[in-house]
């Protein structure tokens, strides 16, 4: 079975190095194949052709709300990148529609034009599926969203910048434990979604660690709308906190629900959590929502400041973490590609393995080697309608 | 307590939903598919006129109420008239109005897109009762009462009026009531008409009762509606009352019971159940075609 996929992968190298010759033969053709290494190191790196980066993001479907706001700090980078001059970026934005086989398309769509770098996509549910087409034809991955487990375990192109829900979670639960001295909690999570499941795993470990009792554990369906028979139970066990892991869809109703029902204790929330909707959408009833998160809005970090002011004169709206994971994604591939001065796939991908104490908005990250991420993470409070720091 | 109260408000709208796809199947023997649709987009448009427009949603439910019987006299004209001549109508019907379901979430897709919506934060009325230690909104009593209105006006409107007698006619049979001087086209798209509206308020309430609206939300009723329509006996009203609000119940009580995640097991189970012992139905007669 491996030699087949190894002649494939192969062979599809060869047709993209063919069809880039072939589509340079007309114009500057000697120029073409190697015009993506340039001249100079780090910052003084000089990059003629601007690189190619693909993005694979839902702009469309379920997950478009992210997405969204992935394609806004991307973009804001890349206008940032391009004033910063020497190596500039042809950012390259696809819509995967929130559906992994429309993500598998897209993947192989930039595999075929030559990128150096495919960032995305949005859902860890896609990025298992497509990842394996870039990492067989050696094109280097740098996921900004995806927090499940084993992402970078497919393949030694696939990095990460965002933190993983077992990075987040343990820190979550045990500041939330210090803050509010919890004993008891009552855990709900929706039981048909890989995202939500896997974080449900990770808080039940965490609670267990921590020496927090689970007084329940209630499951929902993440189409579900109706939460009250859920939370009258919830209520009845007179918990400390409510620990829930649940995509936005869900959480909005839900924190609406248990607060109409007179559950003031804290929500303890997973990343799903973690979008300025939330406030928005469920108004005064997000107010104690707890949720760890890997970027921290009111961080006094200047690169922090100048990113929140740049986002709001492009967007007039806050960014949010999905944009700040984007905004950081391409500012990594950028020292990647500056640490050889060369946009090469492989270059690209020796650069991201190299990262170490890189400053970024999310705070200094630094790529470990099982090519994930590690920075601090923060645990947030909702306070007076925004994300605050929960001491 | 306050289980039994979570029942009722989610079961008062299943059943309003119910009454309407069990309407025009009492009178008119077709199933309508496009109900759920209509289930989706009115509460789209409720949300579009409290948000966009400012109304408050008191008013928006009236106006909901007649851009869903708009949208019956829409279906009755595109999906089912034009095919009423066929020998296998019925199931003719039913796909169609399959069809004209998909254009209708389409549409709703094109002109909201895919995302969540939901009314404002502030649209709501912050009043709360505290009945017997369990905790109401104003809103949910209010979406108790709507439905029972509703509900009632419709029994009142089939057997006390004289449109209700047409109606029943064309229920008894179609071919007698037209040589009797009946309006069969007419009353047929008014049947159309009310049972679309009562499925729109219907929609509008489900989405102010969880603050939530999504393009999905109408397949998600669609067979918690024809549950409740065989259980309470096909074409039965006072059938899609009870069994709206028993499965409502069941629903509630399965989570305190037995837990959550055998919530749709128990809860359709349970309905199965009752056809064994009464393959009829609740109400059902013998004789299943009625008002």
Same mark, same amino acid.
């Given at each position: 079975?491996?030699?087949?996929?190894?002649?494939?992968?192969?062979?599809?190298?060869?047709?993209?190095?063919?069809?880039?010759?072939?589509?340079?033969?007309?114009?500057?053709?000697?120029?073409?194949?190697?015009?993506?290494?340039?001249?100079?190191? $780090?910052?003084?790196?000089?990059?003629?052709?601007?690189?190619?980066?693909?993005?694979?993001?839902?702009?469309?479907?379920?997950?478009?709300?992210?997405?969204?706001?992935?394609?806004?700090?991307?973009?804001?980078?890349?206008?940032?990148?391009?004033?910063?001059?020497?190596?500039?970026?042809?950012?390259?934005?696809?819509?995967?529609?929130?559906?992994?086989?429309?993500?598998?398309?897209?993947?192989?769509?930039?595999?075929?034009?030559?990128?150096?770098?495919?960032?995305?996509?949005?859902?860890?549910?896609?990025?298992?599926?497509?990842?394996?087409?870039?990492?067989?034809?050696?094109?280097?991955?740098?996921?900004?969203?995806?927090?499940?487990?084993?992402?970078?375990?497919?393949?030694?192109?696939?990095?990460?910048?965002?933190?993983?829900?077992?990075?987040?979670?343990?820190?979550?639960?045990?500041?939330?434990?210090?803050?509010?001295?919890?004993? #008891?909690?009552?855990?709900?999570?929706?039981?048909?979604?890989?995202?939500?499941?896997?974080?449900?795993?990770?808080?039940?470990?965490?609670?267990?660690?921590?020496?927090?009792?689970?007084?329940?554990?209630?499951?929902?369906? #993440?189409?579900?709308?109706?939460?009250?028979?859920?939370?009258?139970?919830?209520?009845?066990?007179?918990?400390?906190?409510?620990?829930?892991?649940?995509?936005?869809?869900?959480?909005?109703?839900?924190?609406?629900?248990?607060?109409?029902?007179?559950?003031?204790?804290?929500?303890?929330?997973?990343?799903?959590?973690?979008?300025?909707?939330?406030?928005?959408?469920? $108004?005064?009833?997000?107010?104690?929502?707890?949720?760890?998160?890997?970027?921290?809005?009111?961080?006094?970090?200047?690169?922090?400041?100048?990113?929140?002011?740049?986002?709001?004169?492009?967007?007039?709206?806050?960014?949010?973490?999905?944009?700040?994971?984007?905004?950081?994604?391409?500012?990594?591939?950028?020292?990647?590609?500056?640490?050889?001065?060369?946009?090469?796939?492989?270059?690209? #991908?020796?650069?991201?393995?190299?990262?170490?104490?890189?400053?970024?908005?999310?705070?200094?990250?630094?790529?470990?080697?099982?090519?994930?991420?590690?920075?601090?993470?923060?645990?947030?409070?909702?306070?007076?309608?925004?994300?605050?720091?929960?001491? | 307590?306050?289980?039994?109260?979570?029942?009722?408000? %989610?079961?008062?709208?299943?059943?309003?939903?119910?009454?309407?796809?069990?309407?025009?199947?009492? %009178?008119?023997?077709?199933?309508?598919?496009?109900?759920?649709?209509?289930?989706?987009?009115?509460?789209?448009?409720?949300?579009?006129?409290?948000?966009?427009?400012?109304?408050?949603?008191?008013?928006?439910?009236?106006?909901?109420?007649?851009?869903?019987?708009?949208?019956?006299?829409?279906?009755?004209?595109?999906?089912?008239?034009?095919?009423?001549?066929?020998?296998?109508?019925?199931?003719?019907?039913?796909?169609?109005?399959?069809?004209?379901?998909?254009?209708?979430?389409?549409?709703?897709?094109?002109?909201?897109?895919?995302?969540?919506?939901?009314?404002?934060?502030?649209?709501?009325?912050?009043?709360?009762?505290?009945?017997?230690?369990?905790?109401?909104?104003?809103?949910?009593?209010?979406?108790?009462?709507?439905?029972?209105?509703?509900?009632?006006?419709?029994?009142?409107?089939?057997?006390?009026?004289?449109?209700?007698?047409?109606?029943?006619?064309?229920?008894?049979?179609?071919?007698?009531?037209?040589?009797?001087?009946?309006?069969?086209?007419?009353?047929?798209?008014?049947?159309?008409?009310?049972?679309?509206?009562?499925?729109?308020?219907?929609?509008?309430?489900?989405?102010?009762?969880?603050?939530?609206?999504?393009?999905?939300?109408?397949?998600?009723?669609?067979?918690?509606?024809?549950?409740?329509?065989?259980?309470?006996?096909?074409?039965?009203?006072?059938?899609?009352?009870?069994?709206?609000?028993?499965?409502?119940?069941?629903?509630?009580?399965?989570?305190?019971?037995?837990?959550?995640?055998?919530?749709?097991?128990?809860?359709?189970?349970?309905?199965?159940?009752?056809?064994?012992?009464?393959?009829?139905?609740?109400?059902?007669?013998?004789?299943?075609?009625?008002?």
């Amino acid at each position: 079975m491996r030699r087949p996929i190894t002649t494939l992968a192969t062979l599809t190298t060869l047709s993209v190095v063919l069809a880039a010759c072939g589509s340079g033969g007309g114009g500057d053709g000697a120029a073409e194949d190697g015009s993506l290494v340039g001249e100079g190191t $780090g910052a003084d790196c000089v990059i003629d052709t601007p690189v190619p980066v693909g993005a694979a993001l839902s702009l469309t479907g379920a997950a478009a709300s992210y997405g969204e706001s992935q394609r806004n700090g991307l973009e804001l980078a890349a206008e940032h990148l391009e004033e910063k001059g020497g190596v500039t970026y042809d950012l390259r934005i696809e819509d995967d529609q929130t559906d992994p086989r429309q993500g598998i398309s897209v993947f192989e769509g930039f595999v075929e034009d030559g990128v150096s770098v495919i960032i995305g996509p949005t859902l860890s549910n896609g990025a298992f599926q497509a990842q394996p087409v870039a990492q067989e034809a050696g094109v280097p991955v740098l996921a900004i969203s995806n927090t499940a487990d084993g992402i970078t375990a497919q393949g030694d192109y696939i990095f990460r910048d965002s933190l993983t829900e077992a990075q987040v979670i343990p820190q979550t639960v045990a500041q939330a434990k210090a803050a509010f001295g919890l004993e #008891k909690v009552v855990v709900m999570y929706s039981n048909d979604d890989a995202f939500t499941e896997s974080g449900y795993e990770v808080f039940a470990a965490a609670l267990e660690e921590e020496g927090v009792e689970v007084l329940d554990t209630l499951t929902f369906s #993440k189409a579900d709308t109706d939460f009250r028979p859920l939370l009258t139970e919830a209520k009845a066990l007179e918990p400390d906190a409510v620990v829930v892991s649940a995509l936005i869809e869900a959480a909005i109703p839900l924190v609406t629900q248990a607060r109409e029902l007179g559950i003031d204790v804290p929500i303890i929330g997973g990343n799903g959590f973690n979008n300025p909707k939330l406030m928005a959408d469920a $108004g005064e009833a997000a107010e104690g929502v707890v949720v760890g998160a890997a970027w921290n809005s009111a961080s006094d970090n200047p690169l922090n400041a100048d990113f929140i002011a740049a986002y709001e004169e492009k967007y007039g709206a806050s960014p949010d973490q999905f944009a700040a994971q984007a905004y950081a994604g391409l500012m990594i591939i950028d020292e990647a590609v500056r640490s050889g001065c060369s946009g090469e796939r492989d270059a690209v #991908k020796e650069g991201l393995a190299g990262i170490q104490d890189f400053e970024t908005v999310l705070g200094t990250l630094s790529i470990n080697e099982n090519r994930d991420a590690e920075h601090e993470a923060v645990v947030q409070i909702v306070e007076d309608g925004t994300f605050a720091v929960l001491e | 307590m306050q289980q039994l109260l979570n029942g009722l408000f %989610i079961g008062s709208i299943y059943a309003l939903f119910a009454i309407g796809f069990t309407l025009v199947f009492g %009178i008119l023997d077709r199933l309508n598919l496009a109900h759920p649709a209509v289930f989706a987009a009115s509460a789209f448009i409720g949300i579009e006129l409290v948000d966009a427009a400012g109304m408050s949603i008191w008013l928006a439910l009236p106006v909901v109420f007649v851009v869903g019987g708009l949208l019956g006299l829409v279906i009755e004209r595109v999906a089912f008239r034009p095919l009423k001549g066929r020998p296998d109508a019925h199931f003719a019907g039913l796909i169609s109005s399959i069809a004209l379901a998909g254009m209708f979430i389409a549409l709703l897709q094109w002109r909201y897109g895919p995302g969540t919506r939901r009314f404002p934060a502030d649209a709501f009325p912050d009043t709360r009762f505290q009945v017997l230690g369990a905790q109401v909104t104003l809103l949910q009593v209010a979406i108790l009462v709507i439905s029972v209105l509703l509900m009632v006006g419709l029994t009142l409107l089939v057997g006390r009026t004289r449109l209700g007698r047409a109606m029943r006619a064309v229920a008894e049979n179609p071919t007698a009531a037209r040589v009797l001087g009946v309006n069969v086209d007419r009353v047929t798209a008014t049947t159309f008409a009310i049972s679309s509206a009562l499925g729109a308020v219907a929609g509008a309430l489900f989405a102010m009762n969880v603050n939530s609206a999504q393009l999905g939300m109408g397949a998600a009723i669609e067979l918690k509606g024809l549950a409740v329509i065989i259980v309470g006996g096909m074409g039965s009203l006072p059938g899609a009352l009870v069994g709206g609000l028993l499965l409502g119940l069941a629903e509630v009580f399965a989570v305190q019971y037995v837990g959550s995640s055998w919530r749709d097991l128990i809860a359709f189970g349970l309905l199965f159940v009752i056809l064994l012992l009464r393959p009829q139905g609740l109400f059902g007669a013998r004789r299943v075609r009625e008002v």
